[in-house]
């Protein structure tokens, strides 16, 4: 493992989460198979558990329980059968250790790392289901290998999944990085994430406005600059948006599942910080 190397790959999607390249004409544009995908996801993740400094993995074996709520609050979103890849995907949940970092991530091909700061963060659990189902759109839309195909072009992109081409792959995150400053916070990508989580949600017995509750709570924090708004839109007009969706899909009150939540928790280490 070549020190630093995660930090820059989670450089690399961070960059990805806010790149927009496309309109909704040309949406379709992703010279990437689905396997690719995955196994983009795979190698992203490969590196992320390499360095436990900065992504610090909650156990499995110390904490089962943990683990068997997140992965039945993954099954309800995937239960909604409108996942494109629900059978194809692994869609993998990680729990990171970090009680102060109120963010999750996803990787192409159904990857998802969660922080223990964002579920602590959250009071039930149609706000988490919601923040949840955001990630596995940004996946099942195929939004990061969409967006860099567009830029790049599937022969430098494969170079990439196929690691023998470091040089470009330092080129491609140089004009990245370069990219960020004009490029950051185009909304696209985001906006649709979020009306697909409210659209997974709707066909769920969760409240579909539980990413509505996630943001209204955000806003609350903002003098504190949570690292979820470095990386995502702010949330003002994504809560219109938002209930625009819930609206349009029939307008089900749902279920928030407070103390099954609050469970969840619990089964979490003590809260550190
Ligand atoms: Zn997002």
Redesign the pocket.
């Known amino acids: 493992m070549i020190p630093g190397k995660a930090a820059f790959y989670l450089g690399l999607l961070a960059i990805m989460?806010v790149l927009v390249q496309c309109n909704k004409d040309d949406k379709s544009i992703n010279f990437f198979s689905v396997n690719q995908d995955i196994e983009f996801g795979a190698s992203m993740d490969t590196i992320i558990m390499d360095d436990p400094a900065q992504f610090p993995l909650l156990s499995e074996a110390q904490y089962p329980t943990a683990y068997q709520h997140i992965r039945r609050i993954r099954d309800n979103i995937l239960a909604s059968g409108e996942l494109n890849y629900k059978d194809r995907f692994p869609w993998v949940v990680k729990i990171i250790h970090n009680d102060t970092t109120l963010n999750a991530f996803a990787a192409p091909g159904g990857y998802m790392y969660f922080y223990t700061g964002i579920i602590h963060f959250l009071d039930d659990e149609a706000m988490f289901a919601g923040v949840m189902a955001?990630?596995m759109a940004?996946c099942d839309r195929r939004h990061s290998t969409d967006n860099l195909t567009k830029q790049y072009g599937i022969a430098i992109m494969l170079g990439i999944i196929l690691g023998d081409n470091p040089s470009q792959l330092a080129e491609i995150a140089a004009g990245l990085a370069s990219g960020l400053t004009s490029l950051a916070f185009s909304r696209q990508?985001?906006y649709e994430?979020d009306e697909y989580a409210v659209r997974y949600l709707s066909k769920t017995d969760y409240d579909p406005r539980g990413l509505a509750g996630f943001f209204e709570k955000m806003e609350g924090q903002t003098p504190f600059l949570p690292v979820f708004l470095s990386t995502?839109p702010s949330p003002d007009d994504r809560l219109d948006q938002i209930y625009y969706h819930w609206e349009q899909s029939g307008s089900n009150p749902g279920e928030r599942y407070e103390s099954r939540y609050n469970d969840f928790k619990n089964s979490l280490p003590p809260v550190t910080n």
């Open positions: 989460a955001h990630e940004h990508n985001e994430a995502h």
